[in-house]
């Protein structure tokens, strides 16, 4: 079984500021993949980074990076200069590789103040 | 990017009736697709896969013949909520994936009210 914790119901951040979002993770397979997704008002789910579980180095895109301690089974999410139209839900999620089902965390919801 | 339509963004309906939903993958072939239902403020639950041409699987607790899901070809797939009543309303997302694919392509997602 896999499981995700996203153990930050809320988060403020300053615009131009960096924020983490923190996500642990649990589960017995070998290879797996860890996503982020993000979720505005609007509904709509906007994959963000992926880090599969044999990646050397932690994912990057764009303002976007992954810290991925696997020993420690963390994948936080790190949005640097961070934007007024970075608020939503931020959602982390696992899926096996290979496997059919991804398995999302509770979510983090980021307002970034002006 | 890859493009998943879903159909209708937002339906109200009267207790009772039926409601179909369709997604649909626009530039690639969809092998599996997924619904999932959102309450507010909460997150996504899995609530069947399907795969084209088969029967779908259904997570525990989720009622198959409450909600139909048929995957008659490789870029439709459709949820239909039968005898709709106000616990029903809900937020309702698929998502597709291709076959051996890595990513899942979200739909805009349907917001459903049964009054």
């Known amino acids: 079984a896999q499981k995700i914790t996203q153990t930050q119901p809320g988060m403020f951040v300053q615009e131009k500021e960096a924020v983490t979002l923190d996500c642990t993770y649990d589960t017995s397979d070998q290879s797996y993949g860890l996503f982020w997704y993000k979720q505005p008002s609007s509904g709509e789910m906007i994959f963000l980074i992926y880090?599969?579980?044999?990646?050397?180095q932690n994912a990057t895109e764009g303002r976007y990076s992954l810290n991925f301690q696997k020993a420690r089974k963390s994948a936080n999410l790190v949005i640097s200069a961070s934007q007024l139209g970075d608020s939503a839900m931020y959602f982390c999620a696992i899926s096996s590789t290979g496997g059919f089902k991804t398995i999302f965390g509770a979510g983090t919801r980021l307002f970034v103040k002006a | 990017g890859a493009v998943v339509s879903q159909h209708p963004s937002w339906v109200i309906c009267k207790s009772g009736t039926s409601v179909k939903i369709e997604c649909r993958s626009l530039d690639f072939q969809a092998t599996t697709m997924f619904w999932y239902r959102q309450f507010p403020k909460q997150s996504l639950m899995l609530m069947a896969t399907?795969?084209?041409?088969?029967?779908?699987?259904?997570e525990q607790g989720v009622e198959k013949d409450k909600f139909l899901i048929n995957h008659a070809s490789l870029t439709l797939s459709t949820l239909t909520v039968t005898s709709a009543h106000p616990e029903d309303s809900s937020f309702y997302i698929c998502?597709?994936?291709?076959?051996?694919?890595?990513?899942?392509?979200f739909g805009a997602g349907t917001r459903l009210s049964v009054l």
């Open positions: 880090q599969g579980s044999y990646d050397e």
């Open positions: 998502s597709a994936r291709n076959l051996g694919g890595r990513d899942q392509y």
């Open positions: 399907s795969n084209e041409g088969s029967k779908a699987t259904y």
